[in-house]
T-cell receptor, first 114, second 112 residues
Framework: DQQVKQNSPSLSVQEGRISILNCDYTNSMFDYFLWYKKYPAEGPTFLISISSIKDKNEDGRFTVFLNKSAKHLSLHIVPSQPGDSAVYFCAASDGGSTLGRLYFGRGTQLTVWP | NAGVTQTPKFRVLKTGQSMTLLCAQDMNHEYMYWYRQDPGMGLRLIHYSVGEGTTAKGEVPDGYNVSRLKKQNFLLGLESAAPSQTSVYFC???????????FGPGTRLTVT
């Protein structure tokens, strides 16, 4: 059973607008969350992360919000640019015994159109 | 720094054939991982290693074996390939003190 869920397989946004990608998780032991970006024919690259002791982390145009009570996180991209078009994966870790093991969602394909 | 590299980039196998995928990293990372990515399935962990000489099973280990004889290399073996192993395989590495994993460019494997 998937412990990290990205229920929207795709999202289309106009350039300059905000992109909001959502992620839900079921395991309450998860204490660290990451977003990865993946272009076709390349490996995923790390984008931004957040610890469970925070509810927001910002890096330039990218902000991740965490709502622990709802077991929900979201990635906001403002303003969106055509170069942001990629698949975005949400990932989570419980630290502990699995020593850095990440659990990934199925990804959301973001398309930013001019 | 080359980061994480994977060999080969593409491979076509017939059912029952064997092959080894090679992952190498030059970042002196302790941890290494093998994932597979299938359409609509995200990244699923096959095996991982927390240090030279150690390996452990991930989420989907059946049909695969791994070895970590050197810190910088992590090998993924398919002893008898099956069409269900058609996938894109990604290797990743990380330090034990961080959650961030660094990925290689992937190997696209087709089993006919």
């Amino acid at each position: 059973d998937q412990q990290v869920k990205q229920n929207s397989p795709s999202l289309s946004v106009q350039e300059g607008r905000i992109s909001i990608l959502n992620c839900d998780y079921t395991n309450s032991m998860f204490d660290y969350f990451l977003w990865y970006k993946k272009y076709p024919a390349e490996g995923p690259t790390f984008l931004i992360s957040i610890s469970s002791i925070k509810d927001k982390n910002e890096d330039g145009r990218f902000t991740v919000f965490l709502n622990k009570s709802a077991k929900h996180l979201s990635l906001h991209i403002v303003p969106s640019q055509p170069g942001d078009s990629a698949v975005y994966f949400c990932a989570a870790s419980d630290g502990g015994s699995t020593l850095g093991r990440l659990y990934f969602g199925r990804g959301t394909q973001l398309t930013v159109w001019p | 720094n080359a980061g994480v590299t994977q060999t080969p980039k593409f491979r076509v196998l017939k059912t029952g054939q064997s092959m080894t995928l090679l992952c190498a990293q030059d970042m002196n990372h302790e941890y290494m991982y093998w994932y597979r990515q299938d359409p609509g399935m995200g990244l699923r962990l096959i095996h991982y290693s927390v240090g030279e000489g150690t390996t452990a099973k991930g989420e989907v280990p059946d049909g695969y074996n791994v070895s970590r004889l050197k810190k910088q290399n992590f090998l993924l073996g398919l002893e008898s390939a099956a069409p269900s192993q058609t996938s894109v395989y990604f290797c990743a590495s990380s330090r034990p003190t961080t959650y961030e994993q660094y990925f290689g460019p992937g190997t696209r494997l087709t089993v006919t």
